[in-house]
């Protein structure tokens, strides 16, 4: 019994540990009408819960997206390319949006566990979808 207590107790430390302190999911008010906000999230998943891979867009360094947790950024209107990167990756996960100004834009790194293997996606969601994801994470600090 105190082993199983003892493994429930490290698990819940490992977890906590590796999520976001950060406020709870509000949308931007009043953003620029000559930018795109775009809106990166990751729900909770205790798959590759502590690896945090850094945003890219347009080659410059943001991040790092935490689980659990979103973050925030005013584009450029046209095409782009948003990546995360990190060195646990065996490529870059990259997308290309075509962003338009006064517009969001929600995208999602998420990984789905299927029988043998993991399948991580970074993806367009639609914005119906996404806000019942986002509303559950946190912003990263």
């Known amino acids: 019994m ?12 490992f977890m906590t540990g590796c ?3 950060g406020q709870a999911f509000s949308p931007v008010e009043n953003p620029d009408v000559n930018k795109a906000v775009v809106y990166i ?7 590759a819960c502590c690896l945090n891979p850094h945003v890219y867009i347009d080659e410059v360094k943001y991040g790092p997206l935490k ?13 782009c390319m948003i990546e995360l990167r990190d060195a646990m990756f065996d490529e870059n996960m990259t ?3 075509d962003l338009a100004a006064g517009n ?11 029988l043998t293997s993991h399948v991580y996606k970074f993806e367009v969601v639609p914005k119906e ?7 559950l994470t946190k912003k990263a600090d």
Not at 2 to 12: E, H, N, P, Q, Y
Not at 41 to 47: A, G, K, Q
């Open 95 to 97: 997308i290309y949006p």
């Open 67 to 79: 689980n659990n947790a979103y973050l925030v950024y005013f584009v450029k209107p046209g095409k």
């Open 41 to 47: 999230y990751r729900p909770f998943n205790v798959v």
């Open 129 to 135: 979808y996404a806000i019942e994801e986002i509303k």
């Open 2 to 13: 105190k082993a199983v207590i003892l493994i429930l107790t490290g698990s819940f430390v």
């Open 104 to 114: 969001e834009y929600y995208i999602r790194w998420s990984i789905e566990t299927q």
């Open 19 to 21: 999520a976001t302190n």
